[in-house]
């Protein structure tokens, strides 16, 4: 399986994903691997979870030209082209307003990976997905019909298990198992992580 080093592929969604799961299900999963196909597998090669961001490369663009802008000037033409492509509204005030999508936008991401794990990934016992994203909400009423979607989804030779959910500083683990979800705050645990990874 090669060596668990950081190869110069592995996302920072993955790093992320890693460091969530083993915070908030360590006893699921003890230390993670950053492989690949999937991303992030267990010591034991038990179980493995696929990570995606569901932002789109168009809305990572935007927030990197942001972030890499100077503070308190008039956006530049990029900016604004970006925003217009993503659906943001610009203000005069410096202020970037990100509509939030609804949680139905994770149902076709889990859908094309869905298919991806059935054209051939590594043998293990188990498959889960972690999708991650800023735009979209993960409000309570959402979450009951976003499980039904999933189980209608998830009938391939090969299906996930766990489905992690990251958005609006919760993570939803939706259990396709059994057919249950639980949610769980992660107000903090990102914030350490950036304080952790500057030390």
């Not at 992320?16 to 991303?39: C, F, H, M, S």
């Amino acid at each position: 399986m090669g060596g668990c080093a950081v190869s110069r592929h592995t996302s920072p969604y993955e790093v992320y994903a890693k460091y969530i799961l083993e915070a908030v299900y360590g006893d699921r999963y003890g230390t993670l691997l950053l492989r690949d196909k999937p991303d992030l597998q267990t010591t034991d090669g038990e179980a493995g979870i696929e990570v995606t961001s569901v932002n789109g490369e168009i809305f990572e663009r935007l927030v990197t030209e942001i972030a890499t802008s100077q503070p308190y000037r008039a956006p530049s033409d990029r900016i604004l082209e970006l925003c217009e492509k993503c659906g943001i509204e610009y203000h005069a005030w410096q202020t970037f307003v990100i509509n939030p999508l609804p949680a139905a936008g994770f149902i076709e991401p889990f859908r094309k990976k869905l298919k991806k794990l059935n054209a051939g990934y590594a043998f293990l016992g188990r498959y889960d997905l972690f999708l991650y994203s800023d735009r979209h909400t993960l409000e309570d009423y959402e979450l009951e019909p976003l499980l039904e979607s999933f189980l209608e989804e998830n009938k391939a030779p090969i299906s996930y298990h766990y489905v992690y959910i990251d958005a609006g500083g919760r993570l939803a683990c939706f259990d396709l198992a059994r057919g249950v979800f639980d949610v769980r705050s992660t107000k903090g645990l990102r914030e350490k992580l950036i304080a952790d990874s500057s030390d």
